[in-house]
């Protein structure tokens, strides 16, 4: 008798095994129970007959309730119709703690309130399983491609006094002397390990004071941040394809299960080609207007609705590129061939899931530049001077963005809410649990 995972129990067909973990749902009575049985690693049945177990074992079957933890022994077996279903025929069962009370999460529909307040509970269930492996898996895949292609992991602080983006979202911190402000983006800190370093990325939580309320906003998300020395505005845009097409392929590959639990349209997935679709800010605005009926005028941000309606004309993801100065950020470098726009990108996801990589661009190394958009933006020079010493000090062109986790992991899973990707989800009304 020896202990085994779920997920390794193909590999025990006709074997007595041993498997450590819960029973979250139970059929049957009288002279057969089945356990539906689940241990992190995947999900079987255990079937119980009265004939085949002792008294005590099919009294023990009788006694489980919701999210029981046991020990149970039985014989896999491949289940009669299905290739690749298995089944345990148990044989002995020991439980560990049966709950007193009902598991308040049952099979009936709840609302989402209910549901993230016992968001601790919630994580147990299948789609929850499901999405929680494929961050995973997004995870791991942009680590390994982190790691083949020559960056450095430094790990930018939390606690910081500049702002990246935007002022207004920061969250406060009251301790130092003057302002402190939870990291927004660790993109500056990168940027400085990479003379340092050569290729480099931060991966880690950000910080956002989000005052709207929408289904691709939290108030705490991980971002992965790469710089790149000596890299052009137009490889930067190769590589960001390459980057995105390694995490998708890498879930495709080995999250089969999980999309098929969240019951996602893979074949979308895997229809997806390269290169991926480009438009310059300029074309996607003439295109919303002149095909999809919007009012977007040349100088607006693009609104959620704007993305969704532009990348349903597509069939994969949408780099848009060289938006106006102005509306992007103060380290951003412009168009040299067209200095009211800016070598900046975004990649923006299908299916309506809007931005995934943003900020992408070419940094400014133009000191006067430099000095002359952070006083225009009221920015507290004193701050930044070390940032400045950056370009004073060996500047050299490069690029670099920022993906969010949550974002990518919604659109791979086909999830409608990022909140539901992150095991503990924040957001504007939310921080318990
Ligand atoms: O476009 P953003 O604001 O870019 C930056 O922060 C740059 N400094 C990154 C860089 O160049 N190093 O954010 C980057 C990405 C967005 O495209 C989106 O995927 C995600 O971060 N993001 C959020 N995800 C969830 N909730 C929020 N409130 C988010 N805000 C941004
Ligand atoms: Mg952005």
């Known amino acids: 008798m020896f202990f085994v995972l779920i997920e390794d129990l193909k590999n025990h067909v006709g074997e007595e095994v041993e498997i450590k973990g819960w029973m979250y749902n139970k059929r049957g009575s009288g002279k ?32 489980l309730k919701m999210e029981s933890s046991l020990v149970v022994k039985g014989k896999v077996s491949k289940h009669p119709k299905h290739d690749d279903v298995f089944e345990l025929r148990v044989t002995d069962i020991k439980p560990i703690r049966i709950p007193d009370e009902d598991y308040p999460i049952s099979k009936k529909e709840h609302g989402i309130d209910f549901l993230l307040d016992n968001r601790h509970l919630w994580l147990r269930s299948k789609k929850q399983w499901a999405t929680m492996r494929i ?52 993109q500056l800190y990168t940027e400085a390990c990479e003379y340092a370093l050569g290729r480099t990325y931060c991966f880690g939580p950000t910080f956002r004071a989000e005052k709207s309320k929408t289904r691709r906003h939290l108030t705490e998300f991980w971002m992965i941040e790469p710089e790149i020395p000596f890299m052009e505005f137009e490889e930067l845009i190769d590589f960001e394809e390459d980057f995105f097409w390694y995490i998708l392929q890498s879930v495709l590959e080995n999250r089969q299960e999980e999309l098929k639990v969240l019951e996602r349209d893979v074949e979308f997935l895997k229809n997806i080609k390269r290169p991926f679709d480009r438009l310059s800010y300029d074309e996607a605005i003439k295109t919303l207007r002149e095909k999809c009926g919007s009012d977007v005028a040349w100088g607006d941000d693009l609104g959620a609705d ?18 106006p100065v102005g509306m992007t950020s103060f380290f951003m470098e412009p168009d040299p061939n067209n200095d009211k726009l800016t070598l900046n990108v975004d990649l923006l996801a299908p299916e309506g899931y809007g931005e995934v990589i943003g900020g992408g661009s070419q940094r400014s190394i133009n000191l006067e530049l430099l000095e002359k958009r952070i006083k225009d933006q009221e920015i507290n020079r004193k701050e930044y001077e070390w940032y400045l010493d950056l370009v004073k000090f060996g500047g050299v062109p490069h690029c670099g963005f920022g993906m969010g986790v949550e974002r990518c992991v919604a659109w791979l899973c086909g999830t409608e809410h990022v909140r539901e990707t992150i095991p503990f989800p924040r957001t504007i009304y939310r921080i318990v649990p």
């Open 32 to 63: 057969l129970y089945f356990l539906q049985l689940r241990d992190g690693t995947g999900f079987i049945q255990g079937v119980v007959a009265e004939d085949d177990v002792s008294k005590e074992v099919f009294e023990n079957a009788e006694k």
């Open 135 to 186: 961050r995973d898996e997004v995870i791991w895949a942009i680590r390994k491609y982190m790691k083949d292609n020559g960056f450095v992991l430094v790990d930018a602080p939390i606690l910081t006094k500049t702002a990246c983006e935007n002022t207004t979202e920061l969250f406060r911190v009251d301790y130092f002397e003057g302002d402190a402000y939870l990291s927004q983006s660790g």
């Open 306 to 323: 704007d993305e969704t309606k532009l990348t349903k004309l597509f069939n994969g993801p949408l780099f848009v590129h060289r938006y």
